[in-house]
């Protein structure tokens, strides 16, 4: 399939049939359930002595997920610039993930200009049945330089990360950390401090946990939803304003 626009990009399009899948009647017409497993656009560049120059771009899909496997940029001067995207799908040491069928989020993703790695980064899970990232791992060209970009050092009991530190080092009290509080029975983020630890700020953040929560349902405290977000809001300020915490980045959310 061709797509021709008047800007001057022309896109094809390579389709793939979903297995399993009969044919459908819509609107009275008959189909068949498919994919796009790959596109690119080619794109001409016209200058004003009437020659144009040409770059292209294309996209591969990975079936099993329907995510981004590859794309690939071509510029007008040959250069050429590359992702490639790996998943739970692509055998990569996460066969945890894979019985959870958590395939859709990239684990290693690999950067090449002109043929050469030039970065790589991959989510680490430690241990073989965790279902959470542990750290983060980032490469240099062709592999090297390997160094621990992010650390995930705890989580709620809905999955939600409420440490994570940045650039750590080989011990456990190196590196830049960062909390996350999460509201609304610790299922949305309503406040991230930057330079603490969850240890430092938990004895403060009890009166945002509670103004969330019953911002979450109001009903159950007899207050209507004016009140309850205003209450929030207040604490959310408040908790910028503790002297305590003064010495941290605070962002709220709401």
Not at 189 to 201: M, R
Request: overall charge positive; cysteine-free; charged content about 20%.
């Amino acid at each position: 399939l061709k797509e021709k626009k008047n800007n001057g990009v022309n896109t094809d399009y390579t389709f793939e049939i979903l297995n399993n899948y009969s044919p459908m009647v819509l609107f009275g017409l008959d189909y068949i359930p498919a994919f796009v497993t790959k596109s690119k656009a080619t794109s001409k560049h016209y200058e004003k002595n009437g020659k144009f120059s040409v770059s292209t771009s294309e996209n591969t899909v990975n079936p099993l997920n329907l995510g981004i496997a590859y794309s690939k940029d071509v510029s007008s001067d040959g250069s050429i610039s590359e992702k490639i995207y790996e998943y739970a799908t692509d055998n990569i040491g996460t066969p945890q993930l894979l019985a959870a069928n958590i395939i859709s989020v990239p684990i290693r993703t690999t950067i090449k200009n002109n043929g050469k790695i030039i970065s790589q980064e991959e989510i680490k899970f430690e241990g073989s049945n965790s279902l959470y990232p542990s750290s983060v791992v980032t490469r240099g060209i062709n592999g090297s330089n390997e160094k621990t970009s992010m650390r995930f050092d705890s989580y709620n009991s809905n999955g939600n990360p409420i440490q994570y530190t940045v650039n750590p080092g080989s011990s456990s009290s190196s590196g830049y950390p960062v909390t996350l509080i999460w509201g609304y029975n610790q299922s949305k983020l309503i406040a991230k401090i930057e330079g603490a630890t969850y240890a430092q700020v938990s004895g403060y953040i009890t009166d945002i946990l509670t103004a969330s929560d019953k911002d979450n349902a109001p009903l159950n405290y007899t207050m209507t939803a004016t009140t309850k977000e205003s209450q929030l809001i207040s604490k959310l300020d408040e908790l910028r304003r503790k002297p305590n915490l003064s010495a941290f980045n605070i962002t709220t959310y709401k």
